[in-house]
């Protein structure tokens, strides 16, 4: 049986996976129709007159594939440095209750499951583009930026990650949780 964390990360994994598809199949047939370029679509998949054509729909469509990333990253982004429950400002805290839009502050669980998830698919994208350039069907810049954009989010990421632990004291070994010689787990409140 899969365990109540697997099953919501699944949850959030949906979402962002058909989004990323619909981007790769609706950019194909905007980009093909853009360019000019005649594609016939048969049991196989698309099918285009020739390589170059190919390399060019492909090259694009994973463009717009890294553009959807950064968009969701940035989102998962803003809440993660802005309006992380552990280190918002108060005064940003009030604005948001007042504006009603408190759905935004999230708790650290929340939002690292989906900063995995997004990284999950900037890594893979990072992959089958190293994958594609290796084969020749894919543009370098394209795989340079799809790197670029897949180290940079991991260093915001980590730096966000960094900040939660020095924020809850984690660093200096102290928790909201200590052991008891019998190895249980227990509140220090339950402790006072």
Request: glycine share 4%; proline share 2%; net charge negative.
């Amino acid at each position: 049986m899969l365990s109540k964390v697997l099953v919501k990360l699944i949850d959030r994994a949906i979402v962002p996976a058909i989004l990323l598809l619909a981007t790769r199949v609706v950019s194909i047939v905007l980009i093909s129709r853009y360019l000019g370029l005649p594609v016939k679509i048969s049991k196989s998949g698309f099918v285009f007159e020739s390589y170059a054509d190919f390399v060019k729909v492909n090259s694009y469509s994973t463009l717009a594939m890294i553009v959807i990333l950064i968009l969701g990253l940035i989102y998962i982004l803003l809440k993660s440095l802005a309006f992380h429950d552990s280190h918002i400002k108060p005064s940003l805290s009030a604005k948001v209750f007042s504006l009603k839009i408190q759905h935004l502050i999230q708790g650290s669980f929340h939002l690292y499951s989906e900063a995995a998830i997004w990284l999950s698919y900037a890594y893979l994208l990072l992959l089958f583009s190293g994958i594609m350039l290796v084969s020749k069907l894919l543009y370098n810049w394209v795989f340079y930026m799809a790197a670029g954009v897949t180290l940079v989010s991991t260093i915001l990421f980590i730096l966000d990650v960094e900040e939660e632990i020095k924020i809850k004291g984690l660093d200096k070994g102290e928790s909201e949780y200590e052991y008891d010689e019998d190895k249980e787990l227990l509140c220090k409140e339950e402790l006072e």
